[in-house]
């Protein structure tokens, strides 16, 4: 019931959050707008598939608008949703976010059909999707803040941090992240809350957005693992109210083997569906594809469906999974690939949110080692007694830390490692949790909000941490993200840093990403 409570209709801190998000989401079209008009656009060797119908009037200008949002991925995800899989390398990009892009444009978009050609409805409805996915993601990472956190500030906090977040322009732009991250977070939420079949849609939604989709099958394997492990430690007295052990263990296994096949689904489908368009029989679709693509695709190298006869290799393979045939034949993503001398520059773009991650899992190892040792798996006494502890270092975190860890480890050996920051802003909340947690611990402006319905600090978060700072309880709604920008002269140095890190990496991303400079 505390954890309902948590999360009122009627909360002033969602409000807050949610129009905050709206203002934030604004400004960065505003800025790209801006940066777009004076900042010509470097010539990238990046997908750029040709225009086939002349721009009229209203799509020059929605061009000009928006243009800086349709670069780099954004290219192949509008191009997929304009052309569909028409080249090998645009399976890399799962199918759920071009086709949701495609919907709107040809459904609540229709209208503008005489005024708008395709791709600028499609444009269009990208930018306006990700504007109302990046703020209902917003709003869902602190509904899940509050549940797992169980510290309204510090959600609260994380929240408002989210719509400032250093890949915010990948929020904006025609890239599934806005759309991953809300159904990631909402799942996650549902999950905590119990309602796991409804967490499981939303979960096997997502990795019908992004592939990493389906490492979120660990929170549910998580999930009822731990349950079944509590129970085998209940006391003795309450051992009889609960059915026999196999009974047990094929509730567990069979809703387990469910909820995974569903998150799985997608994927499957979407492999065997490539496999289906490009290692089949020919289909004569060279003959329906316009000859200035055909000419893209025999300049690029790139190849068409069943083009020529010749089976992409692969097709033969035991288990032909064109995704990771893409990764590693188009973009050499690989163990250690990317650890060249020439690739300093990306390590360094990745340095800040790399040390925030580590920094992250370190400092909840230090205050929980015992829960780390036993993986959340041991009955606890505080747990009994039913007073657990709030903030970033509580148990409910643990799992979250596992996940955050795991994809920053992942990012850092195995993938080029300049997309870190986008991967784990929209994947993982820990990044922003723990952010707003120093801010919380550290700045001296935090510390008088809200003196209501408080909770003690942990005790490991003190001894850790020195002088607890603040509370967990409700607070005040008002930013504490503005209220730290309106008072520069107050802020300590580690704040200047994470606000530093946020809020320049927003306005370089807008700066570089929307005129086609190496920001991906």
């Given at each position: 019931m505390l954890r309902m409570e948590l999360v009122s209709r009627r909360d002033p801190h969602l409000r807050e959050v949610v129009w905050f998000a709206a203002c934030c989401r604004a400004l960065t079209l505003l800025l790209q707008a801006l940066f777009n008009l004076l900042i010509p656009d470097h010539a990238a060797d990046a997908f750029h598939p040709p225009r086939l119908s002349e721009p009229g009037l209203w799509d020059l200008l929605l061009e000009r608008l928006l243009g800086g949002l349709s670069h780099w991925d954004a290219e192949h995800f509008l191009f997929i949703a304009e052309r569909g899989y028409l080249y090998e390398h645009n399976c890399a990009f799962f199918p759920l976010y071009p086709l949701s892009v495609r919907a709107v444009a040809e459904g609540a978009l229709w209208p503008l059909q005489r005024l708008l050609r395709l791709r600028s409805r499609l444009l269009l409805s990208a930018v306006l999707l990700n504007?109302?996915?990046?703020?209902?993601?917003?709003?869902?990472?602190?509904?899940?803040?509050?549940?797992?956190?169980?510290?309204?500030?510090?959600?609260?906090?994380?929240?408002?941090?989210?719509?400032?977040?250093?890949?915010?322009?990948?929020?904006?732009?025609?890239?599934?992240?806005?759309?991953?991250a809300f159904l990631a977070f909402s799942a996650m939420w549902q999950l905590e809350k119990g309602q796991s079949w409804l967490s499981g849609l939303l979960f096997?939604?997502?990795?019908?957005v992004r592939a990493n989709g389906l490492?979120?099958?660990?929170?549910?394997?998580?999930?009822?693992?731990?349950?079944?492990?509590l129970q085998l430690q209940v006391g003795s007295g309450s051992v009889r109210k609960l059915p026999p052990l196999w009974k047990?263990?094929?509730?567990?296994?069979?809703?387990?083997?469910?909820?995974?096949?569903g998150i799985f689904l997608p994927f499957a489908l979407f492999q065997y569906y490539a496999y289906v368009r490009f290692c089949g029989p020919g289909t004569g679709l060279e003959q329906a594809v316009p000859k200035p693509l055909l000419q893209l695709a025999l300049d690029k190298g790139y190849r068409l469906a069943a083009m020529d006869g010749v089976k992409p290799p692969w097709c033969?393979?035991?288990?032909?999974?064109?995704?990771?045939?893409?990764?590693?034949?188009?973009?050499?993503?690989?163990?250690?690939?990317?650890?060249?001398?020439?690739?300093?520059?990306?390590?360094?773009l990745a340095?800040?949110?790399?040390?925030?991650?580590?920094?992250?899992?370190?400092?909840?190892?230090?205050?929980?080692?015992?829960?780390?040792?036993?993986?959340?798996?041991?009955?606890?006494?505080?747990?009994?007694?039913?007073?657990?502890?709030?903030?970033?270092?509580?148990p409910a975190v643990f799992v979250y830390v596992v996940h955050a860890t795991v994809l920053l480890a992942f990012g850092f050996f195995c993938m080029h490692v300049q997309v870190l920051t986008r991967f784990l802003g929209s994947s993982s909340p820990v990044l922003y949790w723990f952010s707003a947690h120093l801010l919380q611990e550290y700045e001296p402006l935090l510390w008088s909000e809200g003196?209501?319905?408080?909770?003690?600090?942990?005790?490991?978060?003190?001894?850790?941490?020195?002088?607890?700072?603040?509370?967990?309880?409700?607070?005040?709604?008002?930013?504490?993200?503005?209220?730290?920008?309106?008072n520069p002269r107050f802020i300590t140095p580690l704040g200047k840093c994470v606000?530093?890190?946020?809020?320049?990496?927003w306005l370089l991303g807008l700066i570089l990403h929307c005129n086609f400079l190496p920001w991906t």
């Amino acid at each position: 019931m505390l954890r309902m409570e948590l999360v009122s209709r009627r909360d002033p801190h969602l409000r807050e959050v949610v129009w905050f998000a709206a203002c934030c989401r604004a400004l960065t079209l505003l800025l790209q707008a801006l940066f777009n008009l004076l900042i010509p656009d470097h010539a990238a060797d990046a997908f750029h598939p040709p225009r086939l119908s002349e721009p009229g009037l209203w799509d020059l200008l929605l061009e000009r608008l928006l243009g800086g949002l349709s670069h780099w991925d954004a290219e192949h995800f509008l191009f997929i949703a304009e052309r569909g899989y028409l080249y090998e390398h645009n399976c890399a990009f799962f199918p759920l976010y071009p086709l949701s892009v495609r919907a709107v444009a040809e459904g609540a978009l229709w209208p503008l059909q005489r005024l708008l050609r395709l791709r600028s409805r499609l444009l269009l409805s990208a930018v306006l999707l990700n504007s109302l996915f990046s703020v209902l993601a917003a709003a869902a990472l602190y509904k899940l803040g509050c549940v797992v956190l169980q510290c309204r500030r510090v959600a609260f906090l994380a929240a408002v941090l989210f719509s400032v977040s250093p890949a915010n322009v990948f929020m904006a732009a025609a890239y599934s992240e806005s759309m991953f991250a809300f159904l990631a977070f909402s799942a996650m939420w549902q999950l905590e809350k119990g309602q796991s079949w409804l967490s499981g849609l939303l979960f096997s939604l997502a990795s019908g957005v992004r592939a990493n989709g389906l490492i979120n099958a660990g929170f549910f394997l998580y999930s009822r693992g731990k349950c079944f492990a509590l129970q085998l430690q209940v006391g003795s007295g309450s051992v009889r109210k609960l059915p026999p052990l196999w009974k047990q263990l094929l509730s567990v296994a069979s809703s387990a083997v469910l909820m995974c096949a569903g998150i799985f689904l997608p994927f499957a489908l979407f492999q065997y569906y490539a496999y289906v368009r490009f290692c089949g029989p020919g289909t004569g679709l060279e003959q329906a594809v316009p000859k200035p693509l055909l000419q893209l695709a025999l300049d690029k190298g790139y190849r068409l469906a069943a083009m020529d006869g010749v089976k992409p290799p692969w097709c033969s393979q035991r288990f032909p999974v064109v995704y990771s045939y893409i990764q590693d034949a188009y973009w050499n993503v690989g163990f250690l690939r990317y650890f060249e001398l020439r690739q300093i520059p990306n390590f360094l773009l990745a340095l800040p949110v790399t040390l925030l991650g580590s920094w992250a899992a370190w400092t909840y190892i230090i205050a929980n080692p015992r829960h780390c040792v036993t993986l959340g798996l041991e009955r606890r006494k505080s747990e009994e007694e039913g007073k657990p502890r709030a903030g970033f270092c509580c148990p409910a975190v643990f799992v979250y830390v596992v996940h955050a860890t795991v994809l920053l480890a992942f990012g850092f050996f195995c993938m080029h490692v300049q997309v870190l920051t986008r991967f784990l802003g929209s994947s993982s909340p820990v990044l922003y949790w723990f952010s707003a947690h120093l801010l919380q611990e550290y700045e001296p402006l935090l510390w008088s909000e809200g003196t209501g319905n408080q909770t003690a600090a942990p005790r490991s978060e003190k001894s850790l941490l020195g002088k607890s700072p603040g509370s967990c309880g409700k607070g005040t709604s008002e930013n504490p993200i503005v209220r730290l920008l309106l008072n520069p002269r107050f802020i300590t140095p580690l704040g200047k840093c994470v606000l530093g890190f946020f809020l320049s990496y927003w306005l370089l991303g807008l700066i570089l990403h929307c005129n086609f400079l190496p920001w991906t």
